[in-house]
């Protein structure tokens, strides 16, 4: 068990970029935590079903010229609520999160260019993540509510926040940023880029994702980034299953179905390659260009604070508010959804002033 502590913490970095994970180089729960369900969906709590029985509307906002899927839940007129999702993931991720707002905010999340069934773009920037963001907001009435959103963001998607309520913070009300980093100075990162591009199985342009030839085995090889066991499997199951796509099998092989078709998963699996680092989360921000206001919001397993603690650059202003959630990881909304949503909650009711 100290072994596996050990590789563990090891793997779980500051940010949820792809890395290879040699069979065996963490433990099973880490590296294919939805294997043992043998594509069957793990059995759920009552809170769970009725949340994802919310279904939200599915819409497309056109913005920079790509289409953008966006989810929603909640009358217009209401206060806007905006999540968004860290890096290779999409607006599911929130679908039972955001039910719990419905009833007093209008909501939407959003699948990031390049990332859900969100249109795939030859370039991504931070500056345009923001400019989607808005026109999400815009799109979807969230300033009917007589103010500005408040957005939330997990991981990659708090980074997009906290760069959006920097550089624009007439757009928003508040920001809400859910475990999020910030990466090392720009050369430690595109050394690190260029180690992964050595690394086989991540894919790159002449490596594209691998397509499985049944849902089973697609599932059977899902994970977290970074690695981290999956806390309840019936979440990482319902994220797993709408991060994935039909798609051409190579030399007319048979899917399950007897087709050549297969299941591949639905992000660019380029786009850390395509992504401008000139814009890089919280680089050339510091806390005194902070105005907008701002709570992080944390797990406590998670080794992204370990890493501010260690001396790592961080742009959050001094003293601004952080909520620790307990026994959670990385991705708190699948460790412990209902405490996240209780801090959500009770942050939203009391601030800002």
Known sequence: MADEVTTEAKRETYDDRPIHIEPGEVPPEVQAPLAEYGGAE????????????????????????????????????????????????????????????????????????????????????FSDFADDAEAVARATGLYEGGRKPIYVGHSFGGGQVFFAAVRYPERMHAAIMVDTGFGPP???????????????NIPTVDRPSRIYPTLE?????????????????YIADFIARYSLKRAPLPNNEKGSDGSGEGWTWRFD??????????????EGMTAADVKTPMVHIYGAKSRIVEHRRS?????????????????????????????LVAALRALLATWPK
């Open 311 to 339: 001396g790592a650059p961080s742009p959050f202003p001094p003293g601004m508010i952080e909520i620790e959630i307990p026994d959670a990881h990385h991705h708190i909304m699948i460790d412990q959804p209902l405490a």
């Open 186 to 200: 720009p050369e430690e990162m595109a050394r690190r880029m260029a180690e992964m591009e050595r690394v086989r």
């Open 42 to 125: 793990p059995p759920s709590p009552q809170w769970f079903k009725d949340a994802i029985a919310q279904q939200p509307e599915q819409l497309f906002v056109e913005s920079l010229g790509s289409k953008l899927e966006v989810l929603t839940w909640g009358e217009v007129g209401k206060p806007g609520l905006l999540f968004v999702h860290g890096n290779s993931a999409h607006a599911h991720w929130w679908s039972f999160i955001a039910p719990f707002f419905a009833k007093d905010y209008r909501v939407a999340s959003m699948s990031l260019a390049g990332m859900g069934a969100s249109d795939w773009r030859e370039r991504y920037a």
């Open 269 to 282: 699996p380029n786009m850390w390659g395509k992504l401008d680092r000139q814009q890089a989360m919280g």
């Open 217 to 233: 085995a697609a599932l059977a090889r899902f994970r977290l980034m970074p690695p981290q066991p999956a806390g309840n499997p």
